[in-house]
């Protein structure tokens, strides 16, 4: 049987935990699940659960003996000395138990969610668990133990033979999904972030275009500190338009960090759910128009888990199943009786962001204007019929 949309879920999507005062927490999927659920938005078929990746899946971007200091780091045997060497008990991505069982579960969701969509049981896929766009090779990083997003698309460019368009609007820049396929035409990347300057990672500079067959085929679109809402997507509609059209991919794969969103504590960008509202939307737009509707999305970035997250990242499943009119008015009562004991902020009464959240930029068109300026010299080659 085949349905429109797939929800990738599991519970033991928490098992995924630095500790208690980690800004990452998974906890986030329960919300945006426990919200969608209190407006009736799924059918039990729409619920898949995860299965764990293996070792050579994992292996289709990951060293094996990055694999075995996971594992080995999880059940308290790597020392730290060697833990460091592989980016692991860092003050980002301190050592958990069972660390490599949480992560093959996050890859193996993000699997699941491709399989679904390349094999026709569904057009579309969500995995909001996946999305750690930061892992390398050799090492963790940000947060992200395993490249969920890179295995994926490796996943895809083996297995099913077809061109990936990847496209990342977390707040930082898509570093390990860049790098892993900086040289390879057949998979696109796109992230749109707030310039390195000031934010980790330092990277994704407009110039970093690709390398050998690859080149031409990175882009990055670094907007300035304090980009608001009506800027940045102008940057997103028109450049994953335009790059969609160069590219002609068979299957989209978006990264869903909802960072950038005024409230979150690890960004600078002024960003509200206007901004979350419109990501799917065009997305969902672009996948009708040129991949059949193969559109697979996975979760991301995103710290304030309370008043930010479970809506941005509801608007995707929404917008998924053409039910977006949901998302707008009030949020469910039951909803914020049930979670509002446990926010340490209070929790918003409607899907929308109040009016005048912030003070006016004073910089707003200087802002702007670079921001548009930067986007001119990531799309010159293309509008020039450059590669």
């Known amino acids: 049987m085949k349905i429109n949309t797939a929800f990738i879920y599991s519970e033991h999507f928490q098992d995924y935990k630095f500790s208690n005062e980690h800004p990452f927490n998974q906890l986030r999927v329960q919300l945006t699940y426990d919200l969608l659920n209190e407006l009736n938005a799924f059918s039990p078929e729409h619920i898949i659960s995860p299965r764990i990746a293996s070792d050579k899946e994992i292996g289709l971007i990951h060293e094996s003996n990055y694999i075995n200091a996971v594992k080995l780091a999880g059940i308290g045997n790597l020392p730290l000395e060697t833990a460091l060497n592989y980016g692991l008990g860092t003050e980002d991505t301190p050592i958990f138990p069972n660390m490599h069982e949480a992560s093959s579960l ?41 490249n969920d997003s890179s295995i994926a698309i490796k996943y895809i460019l083996e297995k099913y033979r077809k061109r990936v368009l990847y496209i990342d609007t977390d707040v930082h820049h898509g570093d390990g999904v860049q790098w892993a396929f900086y040289d390879c035409d057949k998979a696109c990347t796109l992230s749109i972030h707030e310039t390195g300057r000031y934010l980790f990672p330092g990277t994704g500079n407009v110039s970093e275009r690709g390398s050998g067959e690859g080149y031409g085929y990175s882009f990055n679109i670094p907007v300035d500190a304090f980009t608001e809402d009506e800027s ?81 990242w509801a608007f995707i499943w929404l917008e998924m199943n053409d039910i977006s009119h949901l998302g707008y008015g009030k949020l469910p009562e039951k909803w914020i009786e049930k979670w509002q004991q446990k926010s340490p902020a209070t929790l918003p009464e409607t899907w929308d962001d109040i009016e005048n959240l912030y003070e006016p930029v004073p910089r707003k068109a200087e802002i702007t204007e670079k921001n548009k300026q930067t986007l001119d010299k990531a799309l010159f080659a293309i509008r020039n019929n450059k590669s």
């Open 232 to 312: 940045w997507l102008d940057i997103y509609r028109t450049s994953l338009k335009e790059i969609t059209e160069f590219f002609k991919p068979d299957v989209i794969l978006t990264q869903n960090g909802s960072d950038g969103h005024y409230y979150d504590p690890l960004s600078h960008l002024y960003l509200t759910t206007k901004v979350y509202r419109e990501i799917p939307k065009i997305a969902h737009e672009i996948a009708h128009k040129y991949t059949d509707g193969k559109w697979i999305a996975v979760g991301g970035g995103g710290y304030d888990i309370w008043r930010v997250v479970p809506r941005a």
């Open 106 to 146: 996050i890859v193996g969701g993000t699997l699941n969610a491709v399989e679904m969509v390349m094999e026709g049981k569904a057009n579309h896929a969500l995995n909001l668990g996946g999305g750690l766009h930061h892992g390398f090779t050799g090492k963790a990083s940000g947060f992200c133990i395993y």
